[in-house]
Antibody, heavy 122, light 110 residues
Framework: EVQLWESGGGLIQPGGSLRLSCATS????????MTWVRQAPGKGPEWVSA????????YYADSVKGRVTVSRDNSKNTVYLQMNRLRAEDTALYYC?????????????????WGQGTTVTV | QSGLTQPPSASGTPGRRVTISCSGS????????VNWYRKLPGTAPKLLIY???QRPSGVPDRFSGSKSGTSASLAISGLQSEDEADYYC???????????FGSGTKVTVL
């Protein structure tokens, strides 16, 4: 069974840092681009960042560019989101998600498997 | 501010068909595929449609998608009470080099 589970969220002061992790199992992690999406209370989903299957390509929303770094460790089947200089508007439930198809550097065909999310409160 | 515009709400009676529109531009829908998600409170988004009109395994054929130019739509036929949810279109946005979600449509089953 394909599974994703996020961790690392919590309550943090403005200006602080957090590293979110997304551990995975049940599929060949190194073949899939991975994405982070967040949902603030009362709002719709907002794409945050994506990383290609090899880690060689990374993508960021303008709202987090320069403050966030996405990375992955294919030996540990885990993707990370390092968040710095956190702001109140970063408060949200953060999901990681797997691209629908392997071997694409971008999530062009959407994300078919999602974790349950980890909450970040700034 | 989303580059993909959806009507804020849509409704229908059980058994009827409801259609949700998604309006974009040449740099998103016009150049890339459209995906649709369903979002229920307290749960992660669920992919309903990918590549404009393809259903992942397990998604009922009551859900169908289409795309024309810079617009797309999701149709739900045979509306059921469990279809009450928020629905979002999404696509890659070339000008931002990122993925964008639509503004969302709340579907109500009357």
């Amino acid at each position: 069974e394909v599974q994703l589970w996020e961790s690392g969220g919590g309550l943090i002061q403005p200006g602080g840092s957090l590293r979110l992790s997304c551990a995975t199992s049940g599929f060949t992690f190194s073949r899939y681009a991975m994405t982070w999406v967040r949902q603030a209370p009362g709002k719709g989903p907002e794409w945050v960042s994506a990383i290609s299957y090899s880690g060689g390509h990374t993508y960021y929303a303008d709202s987090v560019k320069g403050r966030v770094t996405v990375s992955r460790d294919n030996s540990k089947n885990t993707v990370y989101l390092q968040m710095n200089r956190l702001r109140a508007e970063d408060t949200a439930l953060y999901y990681c998600a797997r691209s629908t198809f392997p071997d694409y550097i971008r999530p062009l065909y959407g994300m078919d498997v999602w974790g349950q999310g980890t909450t970040v409160t700034v | 501010q989303s580059g993909l515009t959806q009507p804020p709400s849509a409704s229908g009676t059980p058994g009827r068909r409801v259609t949700i529109s998604c309006s974009g531009s040449t740099s998103n829908i016009g150049s890339n595929t459209v995906n649709w998600y369903r979002k229920l409170p307290g749960t992660a988004p669920k992919l309903l449609i990918y590549d404009n009109n393809q259903r992942p395994s397990g998604v009922p054929d009551r859900f169908s998608g289409s795309k024309s130019g810079t617009s797309a739509s999701l149709a739900i036929s045979g509306l059921q009470s469990e279809d009450e949810a928020d629905y979002y279109c999404a696509s890659w946005e070339d000008s931002l080099n990122g993925y964008v979600f639509g503004s969302g449509t709340k579907v109500t089953v009357l």
